[in-house]
């Protein structure tokens, strides 16, 4: 990765857009970052980490916290870099979560993070951003790991050195190392190779193991002590289960015959009960015959009477029309008479209402007196709210003076006041740049503070994972332990219960199907229950399956307790930073941090204070000019205001003089005029509506008299026609045979009644019919038949079958022993075959696994050799510049010694000492040394990577600081190697107080602190 050009807004001391272009640089590839403490060095590293990664080169602020105390709100804190990883050119866009103002109304709202990746190769235009590869924060940091190779903290470790983490690559352990070298030189497949085969071996044994203890279950199974001893029982047996073959066959013959005798016995059983049978049905039937004759009887008058139901119904239904016809009748007569009266009551009505006439005339000159007065009580009323009006303008005139008066005064108090706000915000302002010094300093403390309260936490939990993790794996371990008891337990019961079942069927003089004997003094007997195969398959599942978890758990162990070291070292390197603030509580550091920001925010806020207020006291000057000028304006506009209020007063006196007291409101006069009308219209409406109830009258009256004849004539008619229709029905019940309308009635039957006595008479005649061809048959069968004996054929039958099922139970025990022993001794062969198979396969294989895992006094793995070999071509390189450095002192070497016996070995390193003849622990180099050797590792490092074909891109390597502990020689002997990397295109950065080496570094990225923030540029001389 080289840098090309880095934009900054609003981030740290840059406040406003801060541009780098390193193509500036031309042909140099080494440059100095120099300025003062504070300034923003470190800030520019943090930038491009924060621009690829999303968090700052040291990994202790988050982007949001470097958003710049300097900038406005509505400038957006981002991060645009352009850089190139090999001959691609790609730019990458980030801006942190912030607070912006809102777009409507006041306040803020928070803005998201964002991250935007473009590929820019080929582009010219600066303009131009190029191709989108990825979109979204955590999805563009994953792209840019992918193009450079590793992670933000291997790219710490690798390419940007950080203040304080410059030496971590050269004094991490084994597993550390491993980690980044693993991804730098790309041997994550022999890790793989290491895992398959460490599988592979896992999964022979595994097997080996199932399959013997498969053959020792077969053997249990078949309570054989060996195959020899079960093929001689297999033999016994097939001869007894010859000779029970034809015990069966003879016994099957004398059954066969004794049931085809009591299936002949019970075939003239049937016969001589079926005859019985027809005789009583025969019987029964005859007995119902009377009764049969009297419903037909009885059916015949029903159908008579139902010919009838037509003349019966039309006669009903005449005399319901002339009963209606009455009823109507009635009704019309007594309408007639209420109409008659309401016609008297509405002529009594009109005369009277003809009567008021005077009352009408008088009520019209009443109204019309009253809509006179309508134009001068207008009149009045348009004065009256002119005098409200008038006296209106003279309070606000009064209260606008009394308000210019006050106005005049408030402004002189805050001149008076500001005045000496002024002068507290300006000697606040003057102590901000101590301010912001204290708080940058505690702020880092108080993050540490933070992440070594986090780690400790995390160490804490660790322990007790590893206390659930113990417990967990001798849980594990007692579940495996009581299935492997459970399943010998079953076996035994498994082994009993087949031997009780044979036991079971012995009978006295027959031979015993596994000894032969022909006497049984102590045959097997089990009180336990027996298991299925089923069951026993399942538990040995079961065992398989808790072996596989206790393998897992002690994996799971040795990984949490891996992270306990891990967490441990970096809970160590925190607190040695810290020192005596290591035992501070995150929250007291936080305050702290906290209330030196406050401070220095409040100098930051006094400083715009004073300013703000010196435009306020300004403003406040010209506005006391203007108060005084509106004051006597106010005072004129109050005595105009009094003179019209007089002259409207006396307008409305004169016009109240010509108008009653009680009418002189408007709405009196309207309340006055609307009764007036109101009583006027009730007058002329009552006349009208007697008028019109009277004519209603006398029109209804008619049609009443009408309706009245129309009735009496309908009910003449209907009383003729219910006399024809009585008569008819008279004539159709004499012609049908009835002598009266009750022998009628009593015939009379129901639809459903007669349908069903018809079925019944048909099913009696199809019945007696059908019982005497039954009897008739079972005569003809039974005939020369007697009663046998079934009880005493039934007995001979089942002393035939159970002979019979007797030597069949013996033919089938003996056929399933036989089949069950060839499938053992086949079960037994196949397993001998793969028993061989899987020891000769596991002892190559197994051999390999345990190598490759660093199973050797070095607990070298296969991976960490391979790796151990590309890091003694690491530490050639880097000798060859530490050397150099160390004035030939120091020579930088891989170790196969471990700090402890449990950890992972091969890649720790060490450093021969020349002058003592002696290799020692890098960790024993004093600060300056530690910084010499941790900048050739680096420098090695790249050069052999770059080297690989295939490699990660080192381009550049970034330096903060670490000179300042160098001598003058050791300096120059530095300065020498990173000057001679020129000549392999690297681009070389370095952060430095040095004051010779700006002298001796003619290209300089100079940052230059103002009091609103820091600027940076170029200066090549």
């Not at 710490?156 to 030189?185: C, G, W, Y």
């Not at 199974?221 to 034809?246: P, T």
């Not at 008891?485 to 031997?499: F, H, I, K, T, Y």
């Not at 009653?660 to 006027?680: C, G, I, N, V, Y």
């Amino acid at each position: 990765m080289k840098p090309l050009k880095l934009i900054m807004s609003a981030f740290g001391p840059y406040v406003s857009t801060q541009v780098l272009d390193f193509t500036e640089l031309g042909s140099r590839s080494f440059f100095l970052i120099h300025g003062p403490t504070g300034s923003g060095k470190t800030t520019i590293l943090d930038a491009m980490c924060f621009a690829l990664y999303g968090d700052t080169s040291g990994a202790e602020r988050e982007g949001r916290q470097m958003r710049s105390d300097y900038a406005d709100l509505s400038v957006i804190t981002a991060i645009t870099f352009d850089f190139a990883v090999g001959a691609e050119i790609y730019r990458i866009k980030r801006n942190p979560e912030q607070e912006r103002p809102k777009k409507r109304g006041e306040g803020t709202t928070t803005m998201r993070a964002e991250a935007t990746l473009w590929r820019r190769t080929g582009l010219v235009a600066d303009a131009e951003e190029g191709a989108v590869l990825e979109d979204g924060w955590s999805k563009v940091t994953e792209a840019v790991e992918k193009l450079l190779g590793f992670e933000s903290s291997q790219f710490r470790q690798v390419v940007m050195l950080p203040q304080r983490e410059f030496h971590k690559l050269l004094t991490a352990n084994s597993s550390d190392r491993q980690v980044i070298l693993e991804t730098l030189f790309r041997t994550e497949h022999y890790r793989r190779i290491e895992e398959s085969l460490k599988q592979s071996a896992k999964a022979l044994q595994k097997s080996f193991e199932e399959t013997s203890e498969q053959k020792t279950w077969i053997l249990q199974e078949a309570k054989a002590d060996s195959r020899e001893e079960l093929n001689e029982r297999r033999n016994l047996h097939l001869v007894q289960l010859g000779e029970a073959a034809k015990k069966v066959q003879e016994s099957q013959k004398t059954a066969a015959a004794n049931r085809e005798r009591l299936n002949a016995g019970r075939q003239a059983r049937e016969k001589l009960t079926e005859k019985k049978q027809a005789e009583i049905a025969v019987a029964a039937l005859e007995a119902r015959a009377q009764a049969i004759e009297d419903r037909r009887a009885v059916l015949a008058k029903a159908r008579q009477a139902a010919s009838l139901t037509d003349v019966e119904k039309t006669m009903k239904a005449r005399r319901e029309e002339a009963i209606e016809a009455a009823k109507s009748h009635q009704k019309k007569i007594q309408s007639e008479e209420e109409l008659f009266t309401a016609k008297e009551s509405a002529g009594k009505r009109l005369k009277e209402e003809m009567d008021k006439e005077p009352e009408r005339e008088a009520a019209g000159r009443e109204l019309a007196w009253l809509e006179e007065l309508s134009g001068k009580v207008a009149a009045l009323d348009q004065a009256r709210k002119k005098v409200i009006v008038n006296r209106q303008e003279l309070q606000l005139a009064e209260a606008n003076q009394s308000q210019a008066l006050s106005s005049l005064n408030a402004i002189k108090a805050s001149i008076e006041g500001k005045s000496k706000s002024l002068l507290t915000a300006s000697n606040q302002a003057a102590q901000a740049a101590a301010l912001e010094t204290a708080y940058r300093v505690s702020e880092q403390i108080s993050q540490k503070g933070l992440a070594l309260a986090g780690l400790r936490k995390d160490l804490s939990n660790i322990m007790k994972e590893i206390d659930a993790a113990g417990k967990e794996l001798t849980r594990a371990e007692n579940k495996f332990t009581s299935a492997k008891q459970e399943l010998a337990r079953l076996q035994e019961d498994w082994n009993s219960g087949q031997a009780a079942i044979l036991a079971g069927r012995l009978t006295t003089g027959t031979p015993c199907p596994v000894c032969g004997s022909l006497d049984h003094p102590a045959p097997a007997r089990s009180e336990a229950a027996l298991p299925s195969e089923k069951v026993i398959k399942e538990k040995q599942q079961a065992i398989a399956s808790f072996e596989t978890l206790r393998d897992k758990v002690k994996d799971k162990l040795s990984n949490i307790i891996a992270r306990q070291a891990a967490v441990t070292g970096k809970i160590e390197e925190l607190e040695k930073e810290l020192g005596e603030k290591a035992g501070v509580s995150p929250a007291v550091l936080r305050a702290y941090a906290d209330n030196a920001r406050e401070l220095w925010q409040n100098a930051l806020q006094a400083m715009k204070i004073s300013t703000f207020i010196s435009k306020e006291l300004d403003e406040l000057k010209q506005k006391e000019i203007l108060a005084g000028e509106q004051l006597e304006s106010a005072g004129k506009s109050y005595q105009e205001a009094k003179i019209a209020l007089e002259s409207g007063l006396a307008v409305v006196r004169d016009r109240e003089s010509s108008i009653p007291e009680d009418l002189r409101a408007p709405a009196s006069l309207l309340q006055a005029q609307t009764a007036a009308r109101k009583r006027r219209e009730q007058l002329v409406t009552a006349f009208d509506s007697a008028r019109k109830i009277a004519e209603e009258a006398n029109q209804a009256l008619a049609k009443a008299e009408t309706a009245v004849a129309e009735a009496f004539a309908a009910r003449l008619a209907a009383d003729k026609r219910a006399a024809d229709a009585e008569k008819a029905f008279q004539e159709r019940l004499k012609a049908a045979g009835f002598a009266a309308l009750n022998d009628y009635e009593n015939a009379k039957k129901t639809q459903v009644w007669i349908q069903t006595a018809e079925q019944e008479i048909k099913e009696y005649d199809e019945n007696r019919r059908a019982a005497g061809d039954r009897l008739e048959r079972a005569v003809q069968a039974a005939e020369g038949l007697s009663e046998p004996d079934l009880d005493k054929l039934t007995v001979s039958l089942a002393e035939a079958e159970n002979e019979w099922k007797q030597v069949l139970a013996l033919e089938t025990q003996l056929q399933s022993q036989t089949s069950r022993e060839a499938e053992w001794l086949k079960k037994i062969d196949a397993a001998d075959s793969a028993l061989k198979e899987l020891e000769n396969r596991y002892a190559i294989l197994g051999r390999l696994s345990d190598v490759a895992n660093g199973k050797n006094r070095y607990g070298l793995t296969f991976e960490r050799f391979v790796l151990g070999a590309l890091l003694d071509d690491v530490t050639i390189a880097a000798t060859a510049r530490l050397k150099l450095m160390s004035r030939g002192r120091y020579h930088l070497q891989r170790t196969l010694d471990r700090t402890r016996r449990n950890t992972a070995g091969g890649l720790e390193l060490e450093v021969f000492d020349t002058y003592t003849g002696v290799a020692r622990s890098v960790s024993t180099l004093s600060g300056g040394e530690t910084f010499l050797a941790s900048l050739s590792l680096a420098l090695g490092l790249a050069d052999v990577v770059q080297s690989y074909a295939g490699g990660i891109h080192l381009d550049t390597i970034l330096v903060d600081e670490g000179f300042g502990t160098l001598d003058p020689e050791s300096l120059d002997f530095a300065l020498r190697a990173l000057i001679d990397l020129q000549k392999t295109g690297r681009l070389v950065g370095i952060i430095s107080h040095v004051p010779e080496l700006k002298e001796r570094i003619d290209a300089r990225l100079e940052i230059r602190p103002t009091d609103r923030g820091s600027v940076a540029c170029f200066k090549l001389s």
